[in-house]
């Protein structure tokens, strides 16, 4: 396959919550996961919020919130990749394009984001900061499944 077939079929996806972690990754990826092309950007207009009974967050569309929500651009992800990880995001979430700015110069660039097929019960506001010191140990534990997180309940 030639370079320009390749990255046409490849896909830029924007990572807010737990996938911003290193560890995630490689367990979700594999190897490739250290390979992958990222770089800091954020989304306006959005909310994040801890599922009901989960270490994990969802993200909402709050079009009167100027928060930043900060996370990873992947970009030039291949079917084997996405498969991968949509698998890991299970059957509560699918992918929704969106508009990304990039931390460097606030370029936009288009990528998808992993929300909520259905309505997901939520509790508090969620944080990649507060996750990492204090979730993350049960996420693994309680919640991570490579075929897809376990679904609240």
Known sequence: MNLVKSIAKSRTLFFYGTLRDPEVREA??????????????????????????????????????SNKINGLVAMGLDKQVIRKLDMFEGKNYSRAEVSVFCNTDNKVIMAEIYVPKKTLQYTEEWTYENWHKYQRKFFFHDDFRKRGVRSPG
């Open 28 to 65: 979700v990826i594999g190897d490739r996961a250290k390979q992958l092309n990222l770089f800091d950007g954020y989304l306006i207009g959005y909310k994040l919020f801890r599922v009901k009974n989960t270490n994990y967050p969802l993200i909402l569309r709050d079009k009167s919130s």
